[in-house]
Nanobody, 121 residues
Framework: QVQLAEFGGGLVQPGGSLRLSCAAS????????MAWYRQAPGKQRDMVAR???????NYSDSVKGRFTSSRDDAKNTIYLQMNNLKPADTAVYYC???????????????WGQGTQVTVSS
């Protein structure tokens, strides 16, 4: 079993910045692809950033140039640096991880509990 814990959400003014972190704990052999999703009320949960085990990232068009994802495998942690935040970024942000538990290579997927990000003046 793996737990994902997100931190760093809060209230910020437009143009401000926040850094989210997601720390995985439990029985982990290797962290594979990890990602950040967000979901606003009444809307679908969408991926905003993804980072592979080798550090390759991709972003949704709405956040390109403003958000940066990174990872620290020694800490089983990923980060999402969010700059120039806009009201449209307001959502619950969720951490996602594909986790390898054994040398067999089987992956299991996990979600964090979510952290609220509110961008408002």
């Amino acid at each position: 079993q793996v737990q994902l814990a997100e931190f760093g959400g809060g209230l910020v003014q437009p143009g401000g910045s926040l850094r989210l972190s997601c720390a995985a704990s439990g029985r982990i052999l290797k962290m594979h692809d990890m990602a950040w999703y967000r979901q606003a009320p009444g809307k679908q949960r969408d991926m905003v950033a993804r980072i592979t085990s080798s550090g390759v990232t991709n972003y949704s068009d709405s956040v390109k140039g403003r958000f940066t994802s990174s990872r620290d495998d020694a800490k089983n942690t990923i980060y999402l640096q969010m700059n120039n935040l806009k009201p449209a970024d307001t959502a619950v942000y969720y951490c996602y991880a594909d986790v390898e538990h054994s040398a067999m290579g089987t992956l299991r997927s996990y979600w964090g509990q979510g952290t609220q990000v509110t961008v408002s003046s």
